[in-house]
């Protein structure tokens, strides 16, 4: 491997963490052969693309000759599983490969996926197929073109070997790319167990790691919860502006770095449905579309309870200051839910005067005005477009149109053309105000008020039928091209550009009725 680039590795977790994970190896693959390599990805990170496209690096994404420096390990950790807790999950087809140092500075881990059995396998073969591991390209890149914080793929491989599910598929390795992988699960493996000191040295980890200013700071554990309160309040406000379900929500795939993790049975909504469900498996709807801040704060509410014997040493107390925490988290995420929503209405941020301020100022009182007018209309506009079986994405898209007064395509998209007409009365007269404060509405200020919306509205999502029909040419049929033309158009979510019109296309209503998702396990 000396043709390689060098990986600059700096393993803490293994130093730091003994005992929080065990030591193992990849599987061999029999005959590697790269199927995607993110060669962006790959820049960022400081490594070179090109010689890690061919044969050689194959062989180190498959797992078959490791860079020096790499020290593979399989981590411990626990979760929840559609509420009901079991305590010892862990890697069980994963190995956290190394944490690579970017030029930024930055500390990244980089992982197998489908690399073969472990000691937390649980009966599992440790394998994975080549379509859900491309699906996790697809999402993956399609969240991070969105601007939503997420794991990435560098690199699938497809193994040359058969695993077995429903019917024998061809197998891959995915290496994944994280600010860090540590869970909320990963916590709640060793406060099960009683074992506190294990629970503080993990806490003192994570802050180190992604909450650097709190380190040795009185009170960091409780700012801690309140850091990753604040980073899943954004997170899920951006999941559920742009449609996405997540599919399962369990503790385990809650990330303390505050990403998107594990594109298992995840969908992106076509016509608006807060109870939308795609996972085969959340036959109950726990994870349904709707209910996902919900289960966020539950989840966190599951990383306070490990945290309580280090917030206070008397439990009433840590009880009461992790309450207040999470007290706080449906505001937080309103908050960042109407921050985007403002700007897909087309809407600047109201702006809120200081507090000692407030009593004399009439820009305070007309800003909480336009606070609770605002989340109104977004309510309102998501209610319409659900009673009405509206294409969540095209919805706001066309919204665009309409700030320059042309309302045909998004009349088009309702049964009854007329059915958006009192919203859209209610919405320029909002905007109608917001133009008077600037000197009033001219036609310069139309174009930049949508132009302003189509860079916060994507024109282009992971549509159901367009990354099911990928995914079987590559598995099926060996055929990569409908992959690569599909991740092209998702790079490029905002784009007009008409040679990406197909890549728009809602899926046909039958389809995305009987639609399912599966975690490919």
């Known amino acids: ?54 044969p050689q690096g194959a062989a180190l994404f498959a797992g078959n000759a490791l860079p020096e420096g790499a020290q593979p390990i399989a981590q411990a950790y626990a979760g929840h599983q559609f509420g009901g807790f079991s305590p010892q999950l862990g890697d069980g087809r994963a190995l956290l490969i190394g944490e690579l140092i970017d030029p930024q500075g930055r500390r990244r881990d980089l992982a197998f996926k489908g690399s073969g059995r472990t000691p937390f396998s649980r009966g599992g073969d440790g394998k994975a197929a080549v379509g859900p591991m491309l699906r996790e390209v697809l999402i993956g890149e399609a969240m991070h073109a969105l601007g939503i914080p997420t794991t990435r793929a560098l690199a699938v491989v497809a193994t040359g070997e058969q695993v077995l599910r429903e019917t024998a598929l ?59 309160s604040r980073r899943q309040a954004s997170l899920l406000a951006q999941w559920m502006n742009v449609g996405f379900i997540h599919g399962v929500m369990n503790t385990d795939n809650m990330t303390i770095s505050g990403e998107t993790i594990d594109y298992g049975p995840c969908a992106f909504l076509e016509a608006y449905d807060p109870d939308a469900v795609f996972s085969s498996i959340d036959q109950g709807g726990r994870y349904a579309f709707g209910r996902q801040p919900q289960i966020a704060r539950w989840n966190l509410a599951r990383l306070a309870e490990c945290l309580l014997p280090l917030i206070a040493d008397e439990p009433e107390r840590a009880a009461a200051l992790a309450t207040e925490v999470l007290g706080r988290f449906a505001d937080l995420h309103r908050a960042c839910l109407l921050q985007g929503q403002r700007a897909r209405l087309g809407l600047r941020s109201a702006a809120v005067a200081d507090d000692a301020q407030a009593a004399a100022d009439d820009a305070k009182a007309a800003a909480l005005a336009d606070d609770a007018g605002d989340a109104a209309l977004a309510d309102d506009w998501l209610a319409l477009l659900h009673r009405e079986g509206v294409d969540f994405t095209l919805a706001w898209r066309f919204l665009a149109d309409a700030a320059e007064g042309r309302d045909g395509a998004l009349r088009a998209l309702f049964t009854d053309p007329q059915a958006p007409q009192a919203w859209l009365a209610r919405w320029r007269a909002r905007c109608g105000r917001e133009d008077a404060q600037a000197g009033g509405a001219t036609d310069a200020s139309m174009r930049a008020r949508a132009g302003a919306m189509r860079r916060a509205s994507p024109r282009i999502i992971p549509r159901h039928h367009q990354v099911e029909a990928a995914l079987d040419a590559a598995s099926d049929h060996g055929d990569l091209a409908p992959f690569t033309q599909l991740l092209a158009a998702l790079r490029r979510p905002f784009d007009d550009d008409p040679s990406l019109d197909r890549f728009a296309q809602p899926a046909p209503r039958e389809l995305t009725a009987c639609y399912r998702t599966f975690c490919g396990t």
């Open 1 to 54: 491997m000396t043709a390689l680039p060098a990986f600059r590795f700096d393993n803490s977790y293994a130093r730091e963490l003994e005992g929080f994970y065990v030591s193992w190896q990849p599987d061999r693959a029999p005959a590697p052969r790269m199927l995607f390599l993110n060669e962006a990805l790959a820049g960022e990170l400081g490594l070179d693309a090109a010689a890690l496209s061919g």
């Open 170 to 228: 061809p197998g891959a390795v995915l290496t994944r790319v994280a600010a860090s992988h540590l869970r909320v699960g990963t916590f709640q493996f060793f406060a099960a167990r009683g074992e506190q000191e294990r629970v503080r040295q993990l806490a003192e980890y994570a802050i180190a790691r992604h909450d650097s200013a709190l380190a040795g700071e009185p009170g960091r554990f409780l700012a801690l919860l309140d850091a990753v």
